[in-house]
């Protein structure tokens, strides 16, 4: 199946029933196996199916029902270089902001050059190839849809301190508001702080993921110390991944 050969309302229909299921949202989204440039592919990694299964089960256990708010989800994944991590980054933009309407999301990461020419550039590699393309306009920093530019977005931001504003007043009461850092150990404590502003309300989402290089800040709280308790904690030994 297509997009080319279903309607709008057919694929939305067909779209929503990945809801709480982003694994078997990114096994029918993409051309896997097919002519192209995932010929050679029958699907994610192992690691990343694992994750994307444990976000299923998160999702379900919350049961939002688009009007009572939600405990956030919470997922931090620790790893070496090169497992993957901007591809599974793109699968989540993809799958919110097609089964989510009206969400609204940032994706931020250490340095404004890993942002765009790796996790940005990654996000409008994977979303061109994914059946909802034609819904969303992706642009150098920012992903809209068509029909709702101003309310159904997911922007890339600066994580310098100086831009912790960008970060603040990210609410969906009715959707999901998500972030996702990329190279998470090095973005600002007080840029993660006031992202916590935007978990309040809706059925919200925090991915961090990073390398393990520092011994101090938020990433490593989260992923290794003092609160991780309260987040979904992974560490990917980059030997074991497929790519």
Not at 1 to 18: C, F, H, K, N, P
Not at 111 to 130: D, G
Not at 138 to 153: G, L, P, Q, R
Request: include cysteine.
């Amino acid at each position: 199946m297509t997009a080319t050969t279903v309607g709008d309302r057919e694929l939305a229909r067909a779209v929503s029933e990945y809801y709480d299921d982003p694994l078997g949202f990114v096994l029918f989204a993409y051309q896997w196996g097919k002519p192209g440039p995932l010929r050679d592919h029958s699907g994610p990694d192992e690691w990343q199916m694992q994750f994307l299964k444990e976000l299923g089960e998160q999702v379900r256990q919350r049961k939002f029902d688009g009007t009572a708010p939600v405990l956030p989800i919470r997922f931090t994944t620790a790893s070496g270089h090169g497992i993957g991590k901007s591809v599974l980054v793109a699968f989540l933009v993809d799958w919110i902001m097609s089964t989510r309407p009206h969400a609204k999301g940032t994706v931020t990461a250490n340095t404004f050059q890993q942002l765009s020419t790796r996790t940005w550039a990654t996000i409008q590699t994977w979303t061109r190839r994914c059946i909802t393309a034609h819904w969303f306009t992706v642009t150098s920093d920012k992903m809209y849809h068509n029909a709702f530019k101003d309310s159904w977005f997911c922007s890339a931001q600066s994580c310098k301190e100086e831009n912790s504003e960008a970060f603040a007043g990210q609410h969906a009461a009715d959707s999901t508001s998500f972030y996702i850092f990329d190279e998470a150990s090095a973005v600002p404590d007080r840029i993660h702080e006031v992202a916590e502003g935007g978990l309040t309300d809706g059925e919200p989402m925090f991915f961090l993921f990073g390398n393990a290089t520092r011994s101090q800040g938020t990433f490593h709280r989260v992923t290794f110390g003092s609160e991780r308790r309260r987040w979904i904690v992974r560490s990917i030994d980059s030997r074991s991944c497929r790519f």
